[in-house]
Nanobody, 120 residues
Framework: QVQLVESGGGLVQPGGSLRLSCAASGITFSSYAMSWYRQAPGKERELVAA????????NYADSVKGRFTISRDNAQKTVYLQMNTLKPGDTTLYYCNAQARWGPVGYDYWGQGAQVTVAS
């Protein structure tokens, strides 16, 4: 059974920091590209950051560049999202995603979401 379990969300003041973690089980973690998405009520899910399976390449939404950092520890089967200089506009649910493809078969898994609230 595949599980992606997010943790580290919470309430933080504007300008503060949080680190989200996503622990994976049931998959060969090192074979999966990992991403963080977020989705506010009534809005489409937005890609926040992504990292390749070996961790060599990262990609960020323009809105978080320079503030957020994605990283992974393949030995611990965990992906992280370090969020600095948080703004009220960063408030929403954050989801962990794992993707891989072997030939014509694709695999796509989601976590349950972690709430991040930025407010004074």
């Amino acid at each position: 059974q595949v599980q992606l379990v997010e943790s580290g969300g919470g309430l933080v003041q504007p300008g503060g920091s949080l680190r989200l973690s996503c622990a994976a089980s049931g998959i060969t973690f090192s074979s999966y590209a990992m991403s963080w998405y977020r989705q506010a009520p009534g809005k489409e899910r937005e890609l926040v950051a992504a990292i390749t399976s070996a961790g060599g390449i990262t990609n960020y939404a323009d809105s978080v560049k320079g503030r957020f950092t994605i990283s992974r520890d393949n030995a611990q089967k965990t992906v992280y999202l370090q969020m600095n200089t948080l703004k009220p506009g960063d408030t929403t649910l954050y989801y962990c995603n794992a993707q891989a493809r072997w030939g014509p078969v694709g695999y796509d898994y989601w976590g349950q979401g972690a709430q991040v609230t930025v407010a004074s």
